[in-house]
């Protein structure tokens, strides 16, 4: 393995910035100095890079992808391999997927299961998160063992009824459990059963357009789900992960259990920053791109979140990148928006989004950029200081940033397979040109220079025990 | 029947207090006004009351009651003859008990046994709720026969799994048929899920005492249910009537959703103003008699309480009057406390504690009283303008109060067939002298005069109609 | 005095709505009844009236005017007979003014300058609040003085620097002083010193039309002022009354402290309800017309306010009515909007804009409008139960309101002296067709038929004695 | 200059956590690695110390303090020598001092009489902010040229008034001016005229011991001041910093303010996590060591800061090291509180009581402590990188802290010259052992070893140009 040398870049981490010179070996940084004039050929490196002009920070980290996930007969479209080039194009070096027991299955084999996914494939680190399906006797032992075997979070539904959606008892059993385990569970909040309600009505009345998708799950739902997990979560003591935050109404009831000191982190994803409802207006059946849950909101909305990120009430951005083809599997909800598959894809335009529309606009400082795609991702689910960071002994897992370089995203130049992009258009600026991964250069100007295979899996440390 | 003329009385209403005569025939007030000197003979009344120095109120309304209730194999103490017999003790008028349908049964076969409850035995007019038991197919119709008939208000609950919780989706649909209908749902909000689970881990843990009732059903669990109902209700466009609230976790939500502009209203009991959990300490086996859900709370809620009634937040004063005697009713939970019959007697001191604990700390205006004891109920619950008031017109159900008396509460000597108070011991300033119910004299000086039957069945008006 | 017989009226009063008829004699209410069938006859009355189909509401009260005020060189332009004139036209009944001393002058002074004024004038009752212009050595003798004399109220300003603002350590003096004397203290809420930074900011850059009024004091001047306020309230242990409250910024503080507990009163003028500050940017001067202070607001500030009424939060309907004509005094303003005289006409509008955009909308109920425009106004202010309702024994003070009569409101028509309406236009449904004052009919089918110097000045109770 | 090699500490951040060495030359950190083994010797430093086991940290900015600071015709008792020895003994390596401007003078003579008091005195590198004890008309140009000096920090009053208060239209302009000149308004917020009227009522009623000095200024009346400040800054849309904030109803305006996005940043000091009003109630004349302003609170208060931390409400630790003796200085207050000099000592227990009462009892992380201490003052206060954090190019001014030791605080042993200690007695765990300014060792295990006059005038950066 190659000796690196970064020379001249500017350093920025979840609280520092400043311009230094790092020094990789074996796949992690050695030191991060100043040399000295010609002090370059001391430091005697394989390789140097010029990075002068140019951030330097830490690899990016998605808590939330679902690779080679099926629903139902289908799967959606990226595996480990074309999902996890897609992120390393994007800045993103270690994912964090979620696993799923099938009904009837323990937790070990839905784990098993995603290794093998993933085995051969990926082309950077991975862990896994544990979907629950059910909650049977065997679930909370089953919990001791995932914490053992390096999956200590869980993940939780309130809604899809009949699908994934545990009731109250079972998701308060749940949050006990973790709390004794150092554990952290993961939580999709939406009334689940209002929903049905609301989409029955709506078929009964052949309100079948992709819009509808978002009509009958308002945003009232969701903060209604929000404020029953947070209570939930305060009786049982146990901290609390809430994913794809995508509302005020969602965001308050965080807002007040963090004024109060509880231990609620929050999650959201680029798409409910920079998207909104009005995109299921969109001709034809092109809305059906935006089928997601929670769905993309009223435009207020979008100022609500920024802020809750400017305010550090949300904690973490990832993606939920679920991706499935507009033709061939969004299509099969032409007549009946609830055959839609939820999800889309997203997993490579995390930083330059979030860059562009956090930084780029003076919402949000560098650091907190960082803080946000990589050091808090890493420390809420038990990866740092291996990631997450830059600092001697870390996993040289790093990103060079060119903030001037503006591009555009559509789905002919994307790594992902899906056939569509959200952001078909939209243009960037800021670019993740350089992208290094346990010290080998992966990505370059954009292109994938990796190898599948390379990427490992990461047993994590409980939540409790980096407190 | 004979004309009948008041007085020198201080007449008190919701809004107003002045000294006036009153004059009522055929059981009814004629008219309200000062008669000359020498005037009351021309009023030419069969029979005149002086009562200069007291005031007349309107006869109370308690919309909370459980008489001849079943649960299981036992049933509450008190039935129609009693149980109104108490009440017009204490002041009450009128009464709305809860009917019940048993499960498998319609709506109209639970009313129509609660009719023959009542039948020949109350002493005062009743009106009824429906209380939901399950949710079927016929519930939605059973809904509308049953505003039809005159009862156009409907119980759901969040607790009591396995025997009377509706789920969410259940209750969202009871709400928007209510809306349809213009009725009322009521609802009885505590997170029966999460309460399960900690009743199971505290018998698992030999906590079998009376106070691991109240510990088990923390605030939050009913903070978490209001919150949630009042969610759906506003889904639904619906209004909302909190029965019992205990706590300022639930309170907090009230008035957050009232300062919204949305019709949500609460009704408290004299025990969560006067009451506290640490009853439940009492030696012995004395704790079980304070078992009732919710439970009684710390003190500091009185006080939320109390806020929340000097703000309106809280419209109504109930008594949830569900008499269970201690031995050999409440006694079955000696070694277990899940297997306390929950409910407490309460009907016949509901002014009495108000009057003392609002009017004579200072805490409410004498307007205040009468308007949560007998206006607001009649109001939401549409008996008035024929009840809650006095006005020319109106039934003559009145109440001269006497603010000076000083009385002991006790067992002994009360109504109900309890053997037992909530409140023994505990002394009251201010008693409901005489009552008069339809034009007759009914309780005089504290003994009752009337005549079990008397009481007639009130056909009530749609909440919606009488906005 | 002849007797009057009022008969079929639909009865309203703040809290009862009931068909009766009412008896009036010696210029009191003598009974409210249901006369039997011929009983008219037996009444004997001078005069019946019917009232079938109409509302019969007590007389409004008005609690915030300017009659006959100087400004400067300038006064307003009704004095105490054109003024309450219009009163009367608008079914207002008592008017309370602002009676002022001037700097160097006794508050006893004072009030015998403005007793002047109304002297042989006002065709209504009237009482006074006392306006505080400096706070000298002698002002809290002053304040007990007027106590005694019937003045039982104060104003105080946070605004006007050099003309009527007063220190926070003199406001609180006042505060403490009203307190012991169980008066209350109506406060002018905008920072006054901001503003000034603000208009001489404008001037310097010769911004100098009307809109620049409202700009120069913005809504957060008012709600800094508004929490400041209740805060030295607070601290003095004093109710608090504020003086038309305009805006959102301010209500939130408002309906804070009365979720606390605290003794705080809000007053809003159906300017501020109805008008926006859309109304500054009409062509050439017109704006001027709408030039007062606060000043109108833009639009969501109509729905906090009608949320603060509807939740209970905003406690009386003024009209600070203080009109200066649009020509010759509004216009010296004309290349100065600090020269604009501060103020607008709106003493005749009051109940029938109420009813139209409050009863007729749906958003309050007929017993909230009475209690609005005066039950509360009665009872804060020492007239109860002489005013503010329908009793035996009040003041027969009436308006048979005409809820189904359309009308346009407009300066050509209305009772005012100023030449211009804020309301020119304007269509109402809703109409005082006849009002009685003291017994005596004053005005039918909408015209004045009453007499200068009828009206009483009122000598009113304090605050504390009424609660 | 020698060259330093730290080895095997534990460097912490702002951020981070991980192991390292760290090597300095000429005053700066030069590169933080993992030296291979054998390493050492290439590394040929001049002094190397071992930090295993021991955090290495940044030096600790303390942006709070008033050194030779004259009151009336005595002084705080530190000079810059004596203070800026404490301080360092105490892990802090940059002072930020209140210099102030004598009514008449000029902000530049104001500065220049602070620069002299430092000249030759301080040990470590200090700032200034600049005190307005008026507002004339060359305020304004004044604060432009400060700003230009290095100077870029104003502290304004709304206490003290006839010493320091300005009006509100005064702060106002300042606020404005702050703003175009990208420098931060530092204030000192408590209602002035309301504690002068308090203050007085105590005097006249022989209310004279020290704890009417915080019975005179109660929570709210620091609560009511930053509301208004916080308005002002939202109007001037300047950003605003809260010096000792000292209770939570300053704190909840502050949280408000944050969560709408305001530019709000609050500082708070160790005696208002630590200590509480009861001390006021100590025998004797013992309360006078407590007197300053705000004062000590009710210990509720205490978890309200201490959540404010938590929740990164409160942005940093300063600690208005204002020493006076209690003989001879607090003793002229014997026989009136008012005439106590209002400050106390604290300059050299920062970190450790921050480190025991926060980290040490698990109430903040250690990287959360750094950032309090050291990296957020120097971020707002444009310190930064050069000082504020460790990072290659930054000057060397760290801390080995060794949080095993535990000592006693006591004026015996403190470096103070004040006579006592606000913390005699308690004892902290967690000790600055050596403490390294500039590339120099000036503190070895507790001893000073630095040198007058080695610490330099630090010009700082205006706020606005380091966001």
Known sequence: MKNLLIKNGTLVTAADLFVADIFVADGRVIWIGLLPPGGEEAANADITIDAAGKYVIPGGIDVHTHLDMPLGDICSVDDFETGTIAAACGGTTTIIDYAAQNRGESMAQGLETWLKKAEGKAVIDFGFHLTLSEFTARTLPDMEQMVALGVPSFKVFTAYPDRLMLDDASIFKVLKKAKDLGALVCAHAENGQVIDVFIREALAARQIEPKYHALTRPPAVEGEAVHRLITLAELADAPLYLVHVSCGDALKHIVNAQNRGLPVYAETCPQYLVLSAENYDQILFEGAKYVMSPPLRA?????????????????????????????????????????????????????????????????????????????????????????????????????????????????????????????????????????????????????????????????????????
């Open 299 to 467: 435009k207020q909305h979008q100022e609500c979140l920024w802020q809750g990120i400017r305010s550090h009430a949300i904690t973490t951005i990832g993606t939920d990148h679920c991706p499935f083809n507009f033709n061939g599997q969004k299509s099969r909800g032409q007549d009946d928006f609830t055959k839609i598959p939820n999800g889309a894809p997203g997993i490579e335009t995390r930083l330059s989004l979030l860059y562009t529309e956090g930084v780029g606009t003076g919402r949000i400082s560098l650091n907190h950029f960082v803080d946000l795609v990589a050091t808090s991702p890493a420390r809420l689910f038990g990866l740092y200081p291996q990631k997450g960071t830059i600092a001697p002994g870390s996993d040289a897992d790093l990103v060079i940033f060119d903030p001037t370089v503006e591009t555009l995203i559509s789905a002919v130049t994307h790594h992902s397979c899906a056939d569509y992009s959200l952001y078909e258009g939209m243009r960037v600026k800021g670019m993740p040109e350089t992208v290094i991964f346990r010290g080998n250069v992966i990505v370059q100007n954009g292109k994938f220079t990796g190898t599948a295979g390379e990427g490992q899996f990461l047993k994590r440390k409980p939540y409790a025990s980096t407190r």
